[in-house]
């Protein structure tokens, strides 16, 4: 644990002006950002007293190993980069938003050529207009269903779209008129997209409106004696009341706003949301917050306003088109209602305006019809922390007790905070690839995961395979370590330039336990590539599959645990989780190689071609059946090339069994004569 005054910066070296800081671990990871109106004084407090601050800031000034600050024009400014670094570097002592579920959204899809109305969850995407959240995947399909009668837009995924065009057949929704067929051309571009913008519209707030239209065409159709046009409009009118009504009316119609509330004990904070437009709540959102950092209910406030709104701020330009401003005045209400007053309120009121394209302000309510539904909030937030609490102690204390319980089983000093598992899959000797997975505090982590091709020398066998990959992995840790030495982090004002760098990969954190699929052979040739390479805090482990026993390099005798032993279920998983990821990596690169060799003989046929070929048909199997107008049917194959590859199929008398050529090398393996799967790559047994 470094020591804060071997990192302060000099006296009179910070600047007395807005900007933004962070504080960098060993490893030049960043674990906290934060922003000032005065950099010096707000830097100097983490340093003057350190046995002063509380359990948290000084556990973070103790990791830390230097701090560096950018310098901003204005507080506005330093809100913008803070959000940002926040968000790229996922700091490990800020506060860190957590959805207690992941919510799903009503999304029509509008960069599409022919846009898809669906239910999405996850982070939003450009092009994409969204409706919600949802607190129920349920509610949003039932009321998309009802709407469906009205704007019958497109539903359905890319595959099953192409396939209706490419068989002239519609889906059974185009047969019961609740989509438009545009895949068979029952409708034109254009009037499909206006359907789907009416659907828009009708959920970005003019239902009334839209109701009322439909009305006044039901009135002037029966007046006009066309009682049939009537009646359907009547049917449409009753399906967009009911999806209309769905929403509770809980303030007056014109109410457009978003309320805040909040739950907290000593550890964590519970936050609930609910998004009132004209006057009806249409959607709920909450998040789980961890005390990483001390903050008051303002600072809380200010942190939270920049997590909700700031994803639409960072996708909103200068330029916004009339739908985009649109979408962001639906996403940004006039009115936001929070528990108590940030501290920067004008400047928060000053950006969100900004990216509203209108007036937008932050209010504390304290009486009337909203401070009512405020109290219906905050009950929500408490009723969360409470069902959070029960569900996650049975889990962290689990997961506590496994990793405990796995420590003392091996002998390891150190906890187990981060684990690292690696598979090596192949089929005979070819393709031969291997996965590496990561587990911190028992929870798989996949931003970390990797992938290792295996080539050469050291595709031979498992042990090799095993080898290659544990020394590439940790070499590259160790030149990562010895760029960082020789470039150390800058204790000071640092340039736009060096602002924005990069943060070292995560690939390159060393782990406190290595794991492989394997018994002593594969142990000794993982411990064997960290001891070549100087590594020697690093402890290494590996579960055989017969009898999931643990060996351990230095021991001639596994460990042999319990098998209701909560560290052997975490180990288990692990090694199935890094299993699965070599598995699936396999196939995909074996596939490949199998279809792309089939058509390799083929002279003139490119890589574009090839897989313009596949993309066309689907399969190698299709493609071997095809005649000579059907393969001219793709862009780039003429009736020369079309001759080819009929010439080079017609020399096979059964292109997906027998021998194939697996690679550019010119070798070639058998395969069973059962043969593969084109589309997944998967060897089917004889």
């Known amino acids: 644990m470094a020591k804060p005054e071997t990192y302060r910066p000099a006296p009179g070296e910070i600047p007395t002006v807005p900007g933004v800081y962070r504080f960098r671990d060993e490893f030049g990871r960043v674990i906290y950002v934060g922003k000032a109106k005065n950099l010096r004084n707000r830097l100097n407090s983490y340093f003057q007293n350190v046995h002063a601050l509380s359990p948290k800031t000084y556990a973070m000034v103790h990791t830390g190993a230097s701090v560096e600050w950018t310098v901003v024009s204005s507080e506005l400014e330093s809100l913008q980069l803070e959000y940002t670094w926040i968000k790229e570097y996922k700091p490990r002592f800020n506060i860190a938003f957590r959805d207690d579920k992941s919510y799903p959204y009503l999304a029509v899809t509008l960069k599409d050529r022919y846009p898809r109305a669906q239910v999405m969850r996850g982070e939003k995407k450009k092009g994409v207009r969204y409706f919600g959240p949802y607190s129920q ?17 497109r539903t359905c995924s890319a595959g099953v779209f192409n396939r209706a065009e490419k068989s002239g057949r519609p889906c059974l929704l185009g047969y019961i008129d609740k989509c438009s067929a545009p895949c068979v051309g029952n409708i034109s571009t254009e009037d499909h997209r206006e359907l789907a913008e009416n659907l828009c ?57 978003d309320l805040f509330g909040f739950a907290e004990d000593d550890l964590e904070i519970a936050i609930q949301v609910f998004f009132v437009r004209e006057g009806r ?39 916004s088109t009339a739908r985009e401003i649109e979408q962001n005045q639906h996403d940004i209400p006039k009115q936001i209602i929070v528990p108590t007053l940030p501290s920067n309120q004008e400047k928060l009121e000053e950006w969100l305006s900004g990216v509203r394209g ?7 309510s304290q009486r009337g019809e909203k401070h009512e539904l405020m109290k219906t909030v905050e009950e929500n937030a408490k009723q969360s922390l409470t069902l959070h609490k029960s569900r996650r102690a049975g889990d962290l204390t689990t997961r506590s007790a496994s990793l405990v319980e796995l420590q003392e089983a091996l002998e390891i000093e150190e906890p187990l905070l981060r684990i690292e598992c690696y598979d090596i899959s192949h089929v ?31 595709a031979r066998d498992d042990t090799a395979s095993m080898y290659d990959v544990i020394h590439r992995r940790f070499r590259r840790f160790l030149q990562d370590q010895k760029n960082r030495a020789g470039h150390p982090a800058h204790s000071g004002e640092i340039s736009g330039e060096q602002a924005v760098e990069k943060e070292p990969q995560k690939f390159a954190y060393p782990p406190n336990l290595v794991v492989v699929d394997g018994g002593k052979p594969q142990v000794n040739a993982a411990q064997q590539a960290l001891d070549d390479l100087g590594i020697h805090d690093v402890h290494v482990a590996g579960i055989a599959k017969r009898l999931e026993e643990l060996w351990l390099a230095d021991d001639d005798f596994p460990v042999i645990m319990p098998r209701s032993s909560d560290a052997l279920f975490l180990i288990q998983r692990i090694r199935d989780e890094a299993h699965r990821f070599a598995i699936t990596f396999h196939r995909t690169k074996r596939g490949k190689a199998m279809v792309k060799s089939a058509l390799d003989g083929v002279d003139g046929l490119g890589p574009a071609k090839r897989e313009a070929l596949i993309k066309h048909f689907g399969s190698l199997k299709q493609l071997a059946q095809a005649t000579s107008e059907q393969l001219q049917e793709v862009k780039g194959v003429g009736p020369s090339m079309a001759d080819k590859i009929l010439e080079h199929f017609g020399a096979q008398t059964d292109p997906t069994a027998g021998t194939l050529e697996l690679d550019g090398t010119g070798e070639t393996s058998e395969i069973p004569e059962g043969g593969f799967n084109p589309v997944t790559g998967e060897l089917l047994e004889s």
């Open 137 to 153: 995947a349920w509610a949003i399909r039932e009321t998309l269903d009802a709407l469906l009668r009205v704007f019958p837009v």
């Open 201 to 257: 519209r009708f959920m970005g707030g003019g239902a009334e409106k839209f109701i009322a239209e439909l009305n006044e065409q039901m009135k002037a159709a029966a007046a006009d004696f066309d009682f049939e046009k009537a009646a359907i409009l009547r049917d449409d009118i009753a399906a967009l009341t009911k999806a209309f009504e769905r929403n509770a009316v809980v303030l007056s119609d014109a109410v457009n706003a």
């Open 358 to 364: 209108a007036k937008c302000e932050i209010v504390v």
């Open 281 to 319: 709540i249409r959607g709920q959102r909450g998040w789980i917050v961890e005390k990483s950092e001390e903050t008051d209910d303002a600072a809380m406030v200010e942190r939270l306003i920049m997590e909700v709104y700031g994803e639409t701020a960072a996708q909103a330009s200068a330029g």
């Open 428 to 458: 005979q000797g070819t393709n031969v690839v291997a996965s590496m997975v990561v587990f911190e505090d028992g929870l798989p982590k996949k931003s970390d995961y990797r992938k290792f091709s295996i080539t050469g020398e050291a």
